[in-house]
Nanobody, 118 residues
Framework: QVQLVQSGGGLVQSGGSLRLSCAAS????????MGWYRQAPGKQRELVAT???????NYADSVKGRFTISRDNAKNTAYLQMNSLKPEDTGVYYC????????????WGQGTQVTVSS
């Protein structure tokens, strides 16, 4: 498994911006895919964005055009830039490394609370 440590998040007004960071341990960051998920109160965890090792990105429809996932392989860190935040973006955000030929099982960050006030 990869150890993931998150930072960022907090409380912001509707329309504001936040950036989440996810630092990964080890030396294989550049060859693994990364993702961000979120879980709102009373709801299931949902996929927000993914970034493959070769730079392809994918977003949930609800965040397209507002969120940007990126990665800095030199720093072993992934980011989620969140702009034009809405109250419905409120939840706990988790970074994730999915299973692959390099990683046997899912790795998760500790979670970061994002609260958007109206």
């Amino acid at each position: 498994q990869v150890q993931l440590v998150q930072s960022g998040g907090g409380l912001v007004q509707s329309g504001g911006s936040l950036r989440l960071s996810c630092a990964a341990s080890g030396s294989i960051f550049r060859i693994i895919d990364m993702g961000w998920y979120r879980q709102a109160p009373g709801k299931q965890r949902e996929l927000v964005a993914t970034a493959t090792s070769d730079g392809r990105t994918n977003y949930a429809d609800s965040v397209k055009g507002r969120f940007t996932i990126s990665r800095d392989n030199a720093k072993n860190t992934a980011y989620l830039q969140m702009n034009s935040l809405k109250p419905e973006d409120t939840g706990v955000y988790y970074c994730n490394v999915p299973p692959s030929i390099f990683i046997r099982s899912d790795s998760w960050g500790q979670g970061t609370q994002v609260t958007v006030s109206s």
